[in-house]
């Protein structure tokens, strides 16, 4: 957890009112009042907006429970939840837990014991602060001498509602003795131009350092490992560049269809949905030069640094697909979806080329694969090495594959000989899967990691607001075109590889396909 454990500037602390008459009462030196009262006189409370969602039900509480019952959080956090659905606490607790697998039960029942449930009209000021009057009552009988009432909003919201609920948070149920942070959900925006408008409407009423942009690839065990095994390991940082590497290709694979979910994703498609944001973020670590430290602005700095040297992607070097029905009858087509239109034209499969503007990388093609329906559910960076072997030119190719899901692991394929009398050559993978090398480690969910680092105020693991405008530079064209020119996708059955097109496309930036051994 080396990255959550950097230096933190912490919040100034404050006496309230009530606090001060508290302290003069006991005869306490006011001066010193707050340093000796700061390790145990606050309360932490999290508030989920929308918490009848599914997100709620599915990610944000069970990673709270997992936070709560390591310890990780206090025994006496303050859970609330807030939507505008009538339901009885009882029925809340229940409702929030019910996908939270333990056999715990003395645990559990002490987290659902801190759950406590706001039904408001709709996420506007009126409604914050009658939460607001519930919150200081919770917390005053958490904790009567607290002198921090730090308070986290999750915003399990529909982007619509983003900015309304911001400017109702802080007008309405912002504590004013302690720290305010707000975590918001992807998708921030649909190209450069929504986007910059939102973060522009939320950063009218937060600070940068108290917005928490989630995505929770950043927060998988892979993704957090690629600064450790980039500047961690000496062998690589000489061989990471143009002089020795052929191809970089990122790739997010899924083998199961849109249904269920089908209307929201034919307003977004596979580029909005993945490829501009969870696939950007693991490019940018992969590409960006070392930072200075590995503070969380030294960090994000570098990301925006090669994010901005990326041109536009075309759509010349972009390959779009779409699945149709599988020909067994298994599964049906995307258009064949009810709540998808029959004349859609949202692809489910996109492959682009990228490249990098700078010495590091010049001309070698990142190879950016994101598709639904396919044969594969895969999250993967595979680094392909050039050919330097004149006493072996028939060799395959050394290739560094970083799995990032199903099972985080990190292989290096190399040449060995055969044992025998033979010569017989034969490629080989040295091998740190996760279960094999960590095998009693407890790999967190990424939810877990990004609401305790927000908790914690470190924002390394959270997009900026420059870096999230860098990223929609680059595929905002290519979404203008798409959805301008109304681009047919090629049609590819499901549960296979996708479109040919997709595999001729790599082969003609020099990529060889390597399948694991």
């Known amino acids: 957890e080396f990255l959550s454990n950097m230096s933190r500037t912490p919040p100034k602390r404050q006496l309230s009112r009530s606090a001060i008459l508290k302290c003069r009462a006991a005869g306490k030196n006011l001066l010193s009042a707050p340093a000796d009262l700061a390790a145990q006189s606050k309360t932490l409370s999290i508030i989920i907006l929308g918490a009848s969602g599914d997100l709620a039900k599915k990610k944000t509480f069970p990673a709270l429970f997992a936070l709560f019952k390591s310890g990780l959080i206090p025994e006496q956090t303050i859970f609330f939840g807030f939507a505008r659905r009538e339901m009885v606490l009882e029925e809340f607790r229940v409702r929030v837990t019910e996908r939270i697998d333990t056999n715990d039960e003395k645990t559990l029942d002490k987290f659902r014991s801190r759950l406590f449930y706001f039904q408001g009209t709709g996420y506007n000021t009126d409604s914050c602060k009658l939460l607001n009057e519930v919150l200081l009552e919770t917390e005053e009988n958490t904790d009567p001498n607290a002198i921090n009432n730090n308070r986290l909003f999750y915003l399990a919201l529909p982007p619509s509602v983003f900015v309304q609920a911001s400017v109702a948070i802080k007008k309405g149920a912002a504590t004013k003795t302690g720290w305010n942070r707000v975590i918001v959900e992807k998708p921030f925006g649909t190209d450069v131009e929504s986007s910059n408008v939102l973060s522009e409407q939320i950063g009218a009423v937060w600070a940068e350092k108290d917005i928490f942009r989630i995505d929770h ?49 034919d307003h977004s498609g596979i580029i909005r949905d993945v490829m501009q944001n969870h696939l950007m973020q693991i490019f940018a670590l992969v590409a960006m030069e070392p930072p200075v430290t590995l503070g969380a602005e030294d960090i994000r700095d570098e990301k925006v640094k090669v994010l901005r040297a990326v041109p536009p992607v075309e759509m010349e070097d972009t390959i779009l697909g779409q699945y149709a029905a599988a020909s067994d009858g298994s599964y049906p087509g995307y258009r064949d979806d009810d709540t998808v239109p029959d004349d859609s034209n949202t692809p489910t499969f996109c492959q682009t080329i990228l490249y990098i503007n700078n010495p590091r990388w010049m001309n070698v093609p990142f190879i950016m694969k994101a598709a639904k329906g396919v044969e594969d559910r895969k999250a993967e960076v595979r680094i392909q090495f050039k050919d330097y072997n004149s006493l072996f030119p028939e060799v395959p190719r050394n290739e560094l594959v970083l799995r990032v899901q199903p099972d985080a692991s990190v292989y290096l394929k190399m040449m060995n000989k055969v044992p025998g009398l033979t010569g017989e050559l034969s490629q080989a993978e040295l091998d740190l899967s996760y279960n094999h090398s960590f095998e009693n480690a407890y790999i967190p969910d990424a939810y877990e990691r990004l609401i305790l680092e927000a908790i914690q105020g470190n924002s390394n693991l959270f997009v900026r607001v420059d870096e999230l405008e860098a990223a929609w530079k680059i595929f905002t064209p290519l979404l203008n075109r798409i959805d301008g020119d109304n681009i047919e996708p090629i049609q590819y059955e499901f549960g296979s590889r996708g479109p040919d097109e997709a595999d001729d496309q790599c082969a003609s930036v020099g990529y060889i396909y390597q399948p694991k051994i």
């Open 217 to 265: 690839y950043l927060g998988k065990e892979m993704v957090q490992n690629l600064i450790v095994l980039r500047f961690a390991n000496s062998v690589f940082e000489p061989i990471w560049n143009c002089k020795y590497i052929s191809s970089v290709k990122i790739t997010f694979k899924e083998d199961i269809g849109t249904a269920g979910r089908g209307g929201y994703f």
